[in-house]
């Protein structure tokens, strides 16, 4: 993608504020150099009354120059404020973004990334790019405008002199101008590097038992460390061009400077101008310098800026879940007379990755209200069946319906809305138990709460905890024990109240008291359901209506 068309792309981001966030831009530095035009208009009128010596009007230059400067500094402040709001605005709609995207991409995108690389993408350079918002459009676009503006009442005053001035600073800015292909290589180099170096960490805070414990997981951290050596060297390059940069600014900052002096007293000499014009110009010429020297210093840096700006767009152009909008009009009423009567897998066939066959020409039908037991070797498809149900993957041939109706015509909202899971593993989030249960229903009451965590068999285990319902549980509930985060699970699929429950081995891992509570929950869970259960154990097998067995 070109980083015009990229950068084209990043500013519509900013949508309807769009206008008003370049309107605020430009006012805000047009606020900026008129200051400094009243002030050297000012010096230059001072001098003139100098060289005739009378201060004849010398308060009426003073009070005029008093209000527009008061005038130019309040446009700088207004107008800077609003930028600032829509830029920051326009950092948060990137954020938003590419969270959005994150959670529309579909099951085998998390197989084929790791974690910490998504975590990267979402933090790192969604910050870096926004970066075009916040700082560096403006550091660009403002010197340009500026020196435009600059321009104008210096050749006004003397165009020879101007004209000089201006060739040198043009040497300065094409000088600057090699940077720019360095610096946005760098900045995709950086992107690169920041996301290995996550990916390490995120493994190692999730298997921090693991690390603790045995030697051989000692190469994660070596590998963050090789990586963040290796980061810390791109970033030294990225320092050193910098600070050549500046050293480059600096040197021809001073040549400028030299060169104003001897060209202002040799055309002064000539008659060209007069020393209140050259005092004029050089009131404006110090932020006519800087400005144009900023363009070359900033460029580089908007270029480093794009080139995240691209690796953010790579993210949000990824393929979503291809068949989330429903064809079913769930507004018609023989629509809404759906209920869900029966799970069918008809001649159904899936492999991962176009690799080996999981299921060939798989069939199965599980009628309303019944309990289904799916048994098997592992690797013989079980799981991979709730993921297809749960529409994580399209099936390669052959159709899934519920009561009759295609799930790629229900819709993944609306399907996975009518179905409960239990996996073998529960993930609890990180926060309290009443919002681990809550999260089955939107706007959940206390009351519900509490009567779907009796029905789990979870309430007094949970009145025991230290702040009952308010405890944290920690990370993926490493404070809780396997059957008491299995129960929160449950009570959390209780709560959700679906007509649909696909069970995973959701005793497997239980000591026999954990899974006798477990049990009783589940079935407490499975009163007027339709339920598939993924199991192994003999007696999840025999609490079942009836059992199919796969290979």
Request: proline fraction near 2%.
């Amino acid at each position: 993608m070109k980083k015009n068309r990229v950068f084209v792309r990043f500013l519509k981001i900013l949508g309807k504020s769009l206008p008003l966030f370049l309107f605020a831009m430009i006012i805000h530095m047009v606020g900026d150099n008129l200051f400094t035009i009243v002030l050297s208009i000012f010096v230059k009128n001072i001098f003139g009354l100098v060289a005739i010596g009378s201060m004849d009007g010398l308060g009426n230059i003073i009070f005029v120059s008093l209000i527009a400067g008061i005038i130019a500094l309040t446009i700088f402040y207004i107008f800077g404020s609003i930028y600032d709001i829509e830029a920051k605005r326009g950092n948060a709609k990137v954020q938003k973004l590419v969270f959005d995207k994150a959670l529309k991409l579909p099951m085998s995108y998390y197989e084929n990334h790791h974690s910490g690389d998504i975590v990267s993408k979402l933090v790192y350079d969604a910050d870096t790019a926004s970066q075009i918002f916040t700082s560096r459009l403006r550091r660009v676009t403002t010197p340009i405008m500026s020196v435009v503006v600059y321009l104008i009442p210096m050749f006004w005053m003397c165009p020879q002199l101007t004209l000089c001035l201006f060739a040198i600073n043009v040497i300065a800015l094409v000088v600057n101008g090699k940077f720019i292909k360095p610096m946005k290589d760098n900045g995709k180099k950086m992107s690169q590097k920041n996301a290995a170096m996550t990916k390490h960490l995120s493994t190692m805070i999730q298997g921090i038992e693991l690390v603790k414990i045995f030697a051989g997981s000692n190469k994660i951290v070596e590998d963050y460390k090789n990586d963040n050596s290796q980061y810390s060297k791109v970033q030294e390059e990225y320092c050193n061009m910098s600070s050549i940069l500046t050293a480059i600014n600096a040197l021809f900052d001073s040549i400028c400077s030299l060169a104003f002096l001897a060209l202002a007293v040799v055309f002064i000499q000539k008659g060209i101008t007069t020393v209140g014009e050259v005092a004029a110009i050089y009131t404006m010429y110090g932020s006519f310098s800087n400005n144009f020297l900023q363009i070359g210093q900033y460029f580089p840096e908007l270029m480093n800026c794009i080139a995240h700006a691209e690796v953010i767009f790579d993210f949000l152009d990824e393929e979503e879940e291809n068949w989330n909008v429903a064809s079913i009009d769930w507004e018609n009423e023989s629509d809404k007379k759906i209920k869900y009567e029966y799970i069918d897998l008809d001649n159904v066939t899936f492999s991962y990755n176009s690799g080996k066959k999981v299921l060939g020409n798989f069939s199965m039908k599980v009628s309303k209200g019944k309990n289904v037991a799916l048994t098997g070797q592992s690797g013989k498809g079980k799981s991979t069946i709730a993921k297809l149900i749960l529409g994580f993957y399209p099936v390669e041939s052959g159709v899934i319906r519920i009561e009759g109706k295609n799930i790629s015509e229900i819709g993944i909202e609306k399907l996975r809305e009518m179905i409960a899971y239990v996996p073998q593993m529960p993930y609890l989030f990180n926060v309290r138990i009443r919002d681990n249960i809550g999260y089955g229903k939107s706007e959940a009451t206390e009351e519900e709460i509490i009567k779907a965590a009796k029905a789990a068999n979870a309430h007094d285990f949970i009145m025991n905890q230290s702040h009952g319902y308010d405890t944290i549980v920690g990370e993926r509930g490493s404070r809780l024990s396997g059957g008491e985060c299995q129960r929160i699970a449950i009570a959390r699929a209780i709560i959700k109240n679906a007509p649909i429950l696909l069970l995973d081995e959701a005793t497997s891992s239980l000591d026999n008291k954990a899974e006798q509570l477990v049990q009783s929950a589940i079935d407490n869970l499975l009163k007027d359901k339709t339920t598939l259960t993924i199991a192994h154990k003999p007696s999840t097998i025999a609490a079942a209506d009836y059992e199919v067995r796969m290979g």
